[in-house]
């Protein structure tokens, strides 16, 4: 599967922004998605992941409350809306797929995830 995240910017400590990954290429409701970031100088780190029937969620810590993952499989595309950012949310952002049996797994981490997009740029200013 094919994967195009978009929605990146600049935005103001406190704003909001809501990232899109367009599936394409594979039947996008066979896949769970996750959502990842990598700031400057850090490793990649998982950020949200979303089950096939998009009931399941699953969240890093510091972001619990403030970013939301959902999808549209008719679409064929999943959605990150981020509130209350932080500048410590500035990353770039990267889409992934994991093709998964189960309806309403969500994994966390990167080993499941075997098809990546090419990463969307979010800054936060303080």
């Known amino acids: 599967v094919q994967l195009q995240a978009f929605g990146g910017g600049l935005v103001q400590a406190g704003g909001s922004l809501r990232l899109s990954c367009t599936a394409s290429?594979?039947?996008?409701?066979?896949?769970?998605m996750g959502w990842f970031r990598q700031a400057p100088g850090k490793e990649r780190e998982f950020v949200a992941g979303?089950?096939?029937?998009?009931?399941?969620?699953k969240y890093l810590d510091s972001v619990k409350g403030r970013f939301t993952s959902s999808r549209d499989n008719a679409k064929n595309t999943v959605y990150l809306q981020m509130n209350s950012l932080k500048p410590e949310d500035t990353a770039v952002y990267y889409c992934?797929?994991?093709?998964?049996?189960?309806?309403?797994?969500?994994?966390?981490?990167?080993?499941?995830?075997?098809?990546w997009g090419q990463g969307t740029l979010v800054t936060v200013s303080s």
């Open positions: 979303i089950s096939r029937s998009g009931y399941s969620t």
């Open positions: 290429g594979r039947t996008f409701s066979n896949y769970a």
């Open positions: 992934a797929a994991s093709r998964e049996d189960s309806v309403h797994y969500a994994p966390v981490g990167e080993s499941p995830y075997g098809s």
